[in-house]
């Protein structure tokens, strides 16, 4: 794995920008880089302002204290990350408690 990538900042859903957190192809492995090879667009994704994702992934609150579980964001209606996959945060809340 170091051999072949170097950690870098990254950004991530719910989270924002973290230091060191993201795997990068080093300079002598860029030819097996999708990003490089190919013209892929760059992605930004924006977070919808009544998600609390990133406090429950910290920690901070439990999944029912977003003002948008269960009301909106419900596994048939994701709104933010936690509830995108069954393995999410708030999916498996709501699925499980």
Same mark, same amino acid.
């Given at each position: 794995m170091? @051999?072949v990538?170097?950690?870098?900042d990254? @950004?991530w859903?719910?989270?924002?920008?973290?230091?060191g957190?993201g795997?990068?192809?080093?300079k002598e492995?860029?030819a097996f880089?999708a990003?490089?090879?190919f013209?892929?667009?760059e992605?930004?994704?924006?977070?919808n302002?009544?998600?609390s994702?990133?406090t429950?992934?910290r920690?901070?609150?439990?999944p029912?204290?977003?003002?948008?579980f269960r009301?909106?964001c419900?596994p048939?209606?994701?709104v933010?990350?936690?509830?995108?996959?069954s393995?999410g945060s708030?999916?498996?809340h709501?699925r499980?408690?």
């Amino acid at each position: 794995m170091e @051999e072949v990538f170097a950690a870098g900042d990254a @950004e991530w859903r719910g989270l924002g920008r973290i230091p060191g957190s993201g795997l990068f192809f080093r300079k002598e492995y860029e030819a097996f880089d999708a990003t490089k090879r190919f013209a892929i667009p760059e992605f930004h994704s924006e977070e919808n302002p009544g998600c609390s994702c990133g406090t429950v992934l910290r920690g901070l609150i439990n999944p029912e204290e977003c003002p948008l579980f269960r009301r909106v964001c419900t596994p048939a209606n994701p709104v933010g990350p936690c509830m995108v996959s069954s393995e999410g945060s708030c999916a498996a809340h709501y699925r499980y408690g």
